[in-house]
């Protein structure tokens, strides 16, 4: 029994963990939206910033990828 | 992963078992699993590319010689803008990672393909290759100025000491954000293309929407291969530039 409801614990708190991708899709939905509304007032300067617009990406992205490291850990490590 | 027991059976995570190649089952650090077979198909593809297509060093490339000097032209202008002019001496390194990163993730799309970046013990060790060589590099440049990168000397005075906590804390975490993106991608890509393709096995009649669904999705991962190979040697080029300009 007290096993069963570690159990349930884990589930519910690694699909709780997965609300943080919500946070990254913000994220990554905020560099990449103004990134284009920058891009199409001045089109030409464009193309020399898609390098920041993927680092920036990666970062935003990053906090995502530690939710779903909590919910990797809540389900096979602890 | 619990079992499934519903109407169908799913098993998304099955394609990342470890095996080894000739039979048994135990895995010794010596034992040729499919990881290796895949990696080593890796290598082989990127020397394909790299060496045996241009080998003719043709002045008008043909079709091989040309997606070589691409790949070449594309990341050495990635290193120059990205982390500076001196930093192209560590060039060879950043275009070993990207062809690497590249071929693992494009080969892992074949069917029945094991995708080796999928696995954080692989990512794991390539970024934290990434990390210590950094780490060591600005050290050996800038001796123990290299510590100024965490004193933020255009912030007021008082918030210096709170911003060098989370600079440190920041800087340590970036082995784990580095690796475990490339794998996260990998693996959670694939297990929604197994689980699609599940759907199509449930659904009989009406198979034919995931099977439409799981076509689209493959495009889109064969995108996500490309990027994420793309944003780690980014992230590389950006910590090089770190270690070699540490003064922000």
């Not at chain 2, 290598?43 to 070449?72: C, D, F, H, K, N």
């Amino acid at each position: 029994m007290e096993g069963e409801l570690i159990q349930m614990g884990k589930f519910i708190g690694a699909g709780l963990a997965c609300l943080g991708m919500g946070g990254a899709a913000i994220g990554v939905g905020h560099v990449a939206g103004n990134y284009l509304s920058g891009a199409l007032r001045n089109p030409s300067a464009a193309a020399g910033q898609t390098a920041f617009l993927f680092i920036g990406i990666a970062f935003a992205e990053a906090l995502g990828i530690f939710s779903f490291l909590v919910a990797l850990l809540l389900m096979f490590a602890v | 992963m619990a079992d499934a027991t519903g109407g169908f059976n799913i098993k998304p995570m099955d394609q990342f078992v470890v095996t080894p190649l000739f039979g048994g089952d135990v895995v010794h650090w010596y034992t040729p699993t499919n990881v290796t077979l895949w990696m080593f198909l890796t290598v082989a593809s990127v020397a394909g590319l790299m060496l045996v297509a241009t080998r003719g060093r043709a002045i008008i490339p043909g079709r091989g010689q040309s997606v070589a000097e691409l790949a070449y032209g594309f990341i050495y202008k990635m290193v120059e803008d990205v982390a500076g002019k001196d930093a192209v001496r560590f060039f060879p390194y950043i275009m070993t990672l990207f062809m690497f990163i590249l071929f693992a993730n494009v080969l892992g799309l074949i069917p029945w393909a094991f995708t080796t970046t999928s696995h954080i013990a692989v990512t794991a060790v390539l970024a934290l290759a990434v990390f210590l060589t950094v780490t060591a590099l600005g050290f050996i440049l800038h001796g123990a100025s290299f510590l100024k990168l965490f004193w933020i000397s255009s912030a007021p005075l008082p918030l210096r000491p709170v911003l060098a906590i989370i600079e440190i804390i920041s800087y340590f975490v970036r082995p784990v954000s580095h690796s475990i993106r490339l794998a996260g991608a990998m693996m959670a890509g694939h297990a929604v293309a197994k689980v699609f393709a599940g759907f199509a096995g449930a659904l009989g009649l009406a198979s034919f929407i995931p099977i439409i669904a799981v076509t689209a999705l493959y495009g889109l991962e064969l995108l996500v291969a490309l990027i994420q190979a793309y944003v780690f040697t980014i992230l590389t080029c950006v910590y090089l530039k770190d270690a070699l300009h540490p003064h922000h």
